[in-house]
């Protein structure tokens, strides 16, 4: 049976409408010269406000188009944000939630994820929920607890039908964005930890999910990476902003989808 991946690219904090729809062009382009499987899916998500210029660029090309964000009400006196509503109506099929540095710059909880979790559920999106440990807490041999932490109330009162829809990213916080990385063998270490959890959590839902590592996946090291048997994709930064790097990835996960 192919193996199923999800290779998503958090855009952050880059790309105006005209830079988004450039670089989600060329990356819808080399998707479809690829001609992924359909075990094989590509999103993007961009700024909020370049969500639409990307839908624009990559329409009927199979790529999806994400945000890195909702609020967990549909309508209020919630000035800046924006409602999984919103989001939906947008024409985003994901959303991430709880990314390191939603937790680490704006105070975000656990306890505040599960309201965006259902929230988002509710709409008919699916949620990528983020968890990982920090430096300190891997030094302190903390990670599995902490994950576990992340993903028992993240996903509190959650159905087993709506936790079918939910995606799991693991992020190593201390491999984001300072050019360190994960081995293989460690990224497979937490993500099959997080699998049992998942199980004990959730039971066969909770087996089956998704799980994408998150923690500075680029083309010279997707092959080693996507290969373990509980990694299904990536959650992509740096080698997203890229079309031919980004490319890179997907074509990997083609590969091993089909061997």
């Given at each position: 049976?192919?193996?199923?991946?999800?290779?998503a690219?958090?855009?952050?904090?880059h790309?105006?409408?005209?830079e988004?729809?450039?670089?989600?062009?060329?990356?819808?382009e080399?998707?479809?010269?690829?001609?992924?499987?359909s075990?094989?899916?590509?999103?993007?998500?961009?700024p909020?406000l370049?969500?639409?210029a990307a839908?624009?660029?990559v329409?009927?090309?199979?790529?999806?188009?994400?945000?890195?964000?909702?609020h967990?009400?549909?309508?209020?006196?919630?000035?800046g944000e924006?409602?999984?509503?919103?989001?939906?109506?947008?024409?985003c099929?994901h959303?991430i939630?709880?990314?390191?540095?939603?937790?680490?710059?704006?105070?975000?909880?656990?306890?505040?994820?599960?309201?965006?979790v259902?929230?988002?559920?509710s709409?008919?999106?699916?949620?990528?929920?983020?968890?990982?440990?920090?430096?300190?807490?891997?030094?302190?041999?903390?990670?599995?607890?902490?994950?576990?932490?992340?993903?028992?109330?993240?996903?509190?009162?959650?159905?087993?039908?709506?936790?079918?829809?939910?995606?799991?990213?693991?992020?190593?916080?201390?491999?984001?964005g300072?050019?360190?990385?994960?081995?293989?063998?460690q990224?497979?270490?937490?993500?099959?930890?997080?699998r049992g959890?998942?199980?004990?959590?959730?039971?066969?839902?909770?087996?089956?999910?998704l799980?994408?590592?998150g923690?500075?996946?680029?083309?010279d090291?997707?092959?080693?990476?996507l290969?373990?048997p509980?990694?299904?994709?990536?959650?992509i930064?740096?080698a997203?902003?890229?079309?031919d790097?980004?490319?890179?990835?997907?074509?990997?996960?083609?590969?091993?989808?089909?061997?």
């Amino acid at each position: 049976m192919a193996r199923t991946y999800l290779i998503a690219g958090n855009w952050k904090m880059h790309t105006t409408p005209a830079e988004a729809r450039t670089l989600a062009a060329a990356i819808a382009e080399k998707h479809s010269s690829l001609k992924p499987p359909s075990s094989v899916q590509t999103l993007i998500c961009p700024p909020y406000l370049s969500i639409y210029a990307a839908l624009e660029a990559v329409k009927g090309s199979g790529v999806h188009i994400g945000a890195q964000d909702c609020h967990f009400e549909t309508k209020g006196a919630f000035t800046g944000e924006i409602a999984p509503n919103m989001v939906k109506a947008s024409g985003c099929s994901h959303v991430i939630l709880g990314h390191s540095e939603r937790r680490q710059y704006f105070g975000e909880t656990n306890a505040l994820l599960n309201k965006k979790v259902r929230a988002a559920l509710s709409e008919g999106l699916i949620p990528i929920y983020c968890v990982g440990e920090t430096l300190a807490e891997r030094q302190e041999e903390r990670t599995l607890a902490v994950v576990r932490t992340q993903l028992v109330d993240g996903l509190k009162d959650i159905s087993l039908q709506s936790a079918s829809q939910l995606v799991i990213a693991y992020e190593p916080v201390w491999a984001i964005g300072t050019g360190l990385a994960a081995t293989a063998e460690q990224a497979q270490e937490v993500h099959a930890a997080i699998r049992g959890f998942l199980t004990e959590i959730l039971g066969a839902v909770g087996a089956e999910m998704l799980i994408l590592y998150g923690g500075s996946l680029k083309p010279d090291n997707a092959d080693e990476i996507l290969s373990k048997p509980d990694v299904n994709g990536g959650l992509i930064g740096g080698a997203a902003l890229q079309a031919d790097s980004f490319a890179a990835i997907i074509a990997a996960a083609c590969k091993l989808a089909a061997s």
